[in-house]
Each structure stands twice: as structure tokens, then as C-alpha cells.
């Protein structure tokens, strides 16, 4: 009998056994994997239901490269064990196709809940960044076995890269170009740049050495993403995003959504400035300093909308931009700009990490 090929499997198929895995439903597919709801049949324990990435066989086969980034994926994110990072549980081969086997997570991640609101309310923007701060502080403060500081940076800080269950946990996910100065192989070259433009740090456009600081400016943009619904880094090029990250301090003196953040909340304004400082050496120490700040904020705050209400709600996701809770900028209209997110009603279904 022929090998069983994972990249063959159809939904009529199943449920199947896959080697020690019985596949149950298939949650995804980009162009280099497919991911798969699978129940673990271990010979001891309770069986679980979790998420199997696997490579497309073309793919493990030519482009050694590519496993070597599933592999480190793996290799990093079981090191990791805290509630707001996506658990990673193993990594192997099936029908000689590397696989990694993840938490399945049963919600949408931070893009798909901006693409159905268009931008979400300050105590719930806050209350996700304050988790995704939570989670990364753990990654920048992980060991290895022999008690040796890894020097961990996420390096892809974006809101695909946030998952949120229906119970309102922010979990980061998707290590795969984690910066660990202390494993080879898995630092930047000079010069190269790894990770999504509008989220990088002014060091990381320079292909500059990285430490936790980077994330922080990365959490800045995303935050600030979250709130208004647009991207504060945009152009129609790469470059021109560089530009602009680069010239973050006049751009933020200049913007008029950031404008309207500082008259309403100007103590979460000067947060956020703070985490966008050009110099490194500005910026909070650590995301555990800056957990603190937004829950500080956060306590403030006249009650409103809760996350895990939101998230439990049908209404939340077909609201649109102008249909906000009161607690919000809600009496004000963001400055409109090329390429605003178009309100859209997603599936409230399983996402996790699938590369493009």
C-alpha cells in the first residue's frame, strides 16, 4: 500500500487515522501547508483535540529552507509556556512531511476581528495589548534547560499573529522568525530583514542587532492600529513605509487620529508615544513595564464594552466602523486614508498560523 500523502486527504474522507493522529477536520490551507483539527491517540493520558501544520510535500522536499523555519517555529515555541502564547506541543515528520502540532484555539485572531469592526474600543484594544505584553514578556524572559537567558524577540508582532478565545484570552502566536541569540541559525545576518514592514521597529529597517525593545515598538503600532483601525505606517511602498517608521516622531506629531487619541485618553497617548520612540534607549524597559501601564489605563476607564463580550456576541461582528460602544472615540471620525479596512462579516472559525 502507498504511503499516505497528507496533501491528498479530502474532507469526505474524513475522520481518518494518520499515524497516531486522528484527523478530524481541515482548518486551513495556504500555499506552502495545511493544517488539520486532529485528536491525539496516545498510549497514556486523555486524547486531545489539536491543530497539525504540515508542509506541503514539494515543499519539504525542495525548499530545505522552509523546514528549517517550521523546525525553528517548533524548536522555539516549546520553550514557551504561558497563557498568552499559543501553545506548541510537538514537532516530527508524517509520510516524510514535517508537521507541527499546536494548541487549537477556537476564535479569530486580532485581523479578522479588525476586519469585521473596522476598529475595536479602547478598553478592548487596551485589554488585548495589555495580554499580548503578558505573553511576550515570558518569550523575552525564557531559558533554556541549562538556565541560559535565550534573548528571545518575536520579530512579527502583527494582528494576524494574535489569537483570541471566545473566552477572551490574547494568545501570540507564530514564532517561526523569532530572533534567539543564543541558538545557532537563528539570528540576522547583517543587513537582513526579517518580518512584517508597518510593524517594524526603525532598528529592525536598519538590519540592526534586536533585543526585546523591538517588540515594544512593535506593540506600540499595533495597539494604535487597534484603536483607530488604520495602520500608522502606510505607503504605497515598502520603502515609503520604512520612511516613515523611521520618521515615526514627526509622523505621530503630525497625525490626526493620534491627535484626537491625546485630547480623549492623553495618558494612554503618552504610552503609546513612548513605545514608538525612534531610540530604543526611550522606550520602556520590557513589556511587563508596559503591561503595567495599560492596566493602570485600563482600571481608569467608565465601564464599556468587555473583550470576552465582544467575542461572544453575534452583534460584534457586523457592526461597522461607525457603530461603536459609547466608552470609545465614538463621536469622532478618523482621518480616512487609501486602503482603510472594508467592515466584512467573517466566519467565527478556528485560524492559526498557515503561511501565505
Not at 519539504?60 to 523546525?71: F, K, T
Not at 487549537?104 to 505584553?133: F, K, N, W
Request: proline share 8%; aromatic share 4%; hydrophobic share 40%.
Amino acid at each position: 500500500m502507498a504511503p499516505l500523502n497528507p496533501d491528498q486527504i479530502t474532507v469526505d474522507q474524513l475522520p481518518m487515522q494518520m499515524g497516531r493522529f486522528e484527523v478530524l477536520g481541515l482548518l486551513g490551507e495556504g500555499g506552502m501547508a495545511r493544517v488539520f483539527r486532529v485528536r491525539t491517540n496516545e498510549a497514556t493520558g486523555l486524547p486531545r483535540d489539536c491543530a497539525l501544520k504540515i508542509l506541503h510535500r514539494e515543499h519539504g522536499e525542495q525548499d530545505p529552507q522552509l523546514v528549517r523555519a517550521l523546525q525553528r517555529e517548533g524548536r522555539v515555541g516549546g520553550m514557551l509556556q504561558h497563557p498568552n502564547i499559543v501553545q506548541t506541543f510537538d514537532i516530527g515528520q508524517i509520510s516524510g512531511q514535517p508537521y507541527l502540532l499546536m494548541e487549537l484555539v477556537h476564535g479569530p485572531t486580532v485581523e479578522r476581528l479588525l476586519d469585521a469592526r473596522g476598529r475595536l474600543a479602547t478598553r478592548v484594544s487596551v485589554a488585548i495589548a495589555e495580554q499580548i505584553c503578558l505573553g511576550l514578556h515570558h518569550a523575552h524572559e525564557a531559558r533554556d534547560e541549562r538556565g541560559r537567558a535565550l534573548g528571545l524577540v518575536h520579530r512579527d508582532l502583527k494582528p494576524s499573529n494574535v489569537i483570541l478565545t471566545p473566552a477572551g484570552v490574547a494568545k501570540v502566536m507564530d514564532f517561526g522568525i523569532a530572533k534567539v541569540s543564543i541558538l545557532p541559525g537563528m539570528t540576522t545576518k547583517p543587513g537582513e530583514l526579517k518580518g512584517s514592514p508597518r510593524f517594524m521597529s526603525p532598528e529592525q529597517v536598519g538590519g540592526e542587532h534586536l533585543d526585546r525593545r523591538s517588540d515594544v515598538f512593535s506593540l506600540g503600532a499595533l495597539l494604535y492600529e487597534m484603536i483607530t483601525g488604520q495602520p500608522l505606517f502606510e505607503s504605497e511602498t515598502v520603502h515609503g513605509v520604512w520612511m516613515k517608521i523611521v520618521e515615526v516622531q514627526p509622523l505621530l506629531d503630525a497625525d490626526v487620529s493620534f491627535g484626537r487619541i491625546h485630547r480623549k485618553y492623553p495618558e494612554l497617548a503618552d504610552l503609546l508615544r513612548s513605545c514608538m520612540q525612534p531610540r530604543r534607549e526611550d522606550r520602556p524597559a520590557s513589556a511587563a513595564e508596559v503591561a503595567d501601564l495599560l492596566g493602570t489605563f485600563q482600571r481608569g476607564l467608565p465601564e464599556g464594552e468587555s473583550l470576552r463580550k465582544l467575542l461572544r456576541s453575534n452583534a460584534g461582528w457586523v457592526s461597522v466602523p461607525t457603530e461603536l460602544s459609547g466608552e470609545d472615540l465614538a463621536t469622532e471620525t478618523f482621518e480616512s486614508r487609501p486602503g482603510v479596512r472594508v467592515p466584512v462579516r467573517p466566519e467565527f472559525l478556528q485560524t492559526v498560523p498557515v503561511p501565505p
